[in-house]
């Protein structure tokens, strides 16, 4: 059974920092983009950030660019989103995602993505 789990969600002081992480289980990523989605409440899941199955490329929403960074270790089948001069607008459920292909052509599109997490919540207050 394929599971992606988040972790390291949590409460953080605007300015603060916060690193999540998803593990992956059941089957490798190595060969799959992988990205971060979020999801406020009463709002639509946005994209936060992609990275390319080797790991090369990533792509970041303009609201999060300069901020966070997205990695990944095929080794270990993880991935991870450093998130640097949090705001209380980054308040979210924070979701792992993995698509069936390598690249990251619509990385933005969540129907794009095949398997999903169950999401860590960030709380970041002003």
């Known amino acids: 059974q394929v599971q992606l789990v988040e972790s390291g969600g949590g409460l953080v002081q605007a300015g603060g920092s916060l690193r999540l992480s998803c593990a992956a289980s059941g089957r490798t990523f190595s060969n799959n983009a992988m990205g971060w989605f979020r999801q406020a409440p009463g709002k639509e899941r946005e994209f936060v950030a992609a990275?390319?199955?080797?790991?090369?490329?990533?792509y970041y929403a303009d609201s999060v660019k300069g901020r966070f960074i997205i990695s990944r270790d095929n080794a270990k089948n993880t991935m991870s989103l450093q998130m640097n001069s949090l705001q209380p607008e980054d308040t979210a459920a924070y979701y792992c995602?993995?698509?069936?292909?390598?690249?990251?052509?619509?990385?933005?599109?969540?129907?794009?993505?095949?398997?999903w997490g169950q999401g860590t919540h960030v709380t970041v207050s002003s």
């Open positions: 995602a993995a698509r069936w292909y390598g690249s990251l052509v619509a990385a933005t599109v969540p129907n794009t993505y095949h398997y």
């Open positions: 990275i390319s199955a080797s790991g090369g490329a990533t």
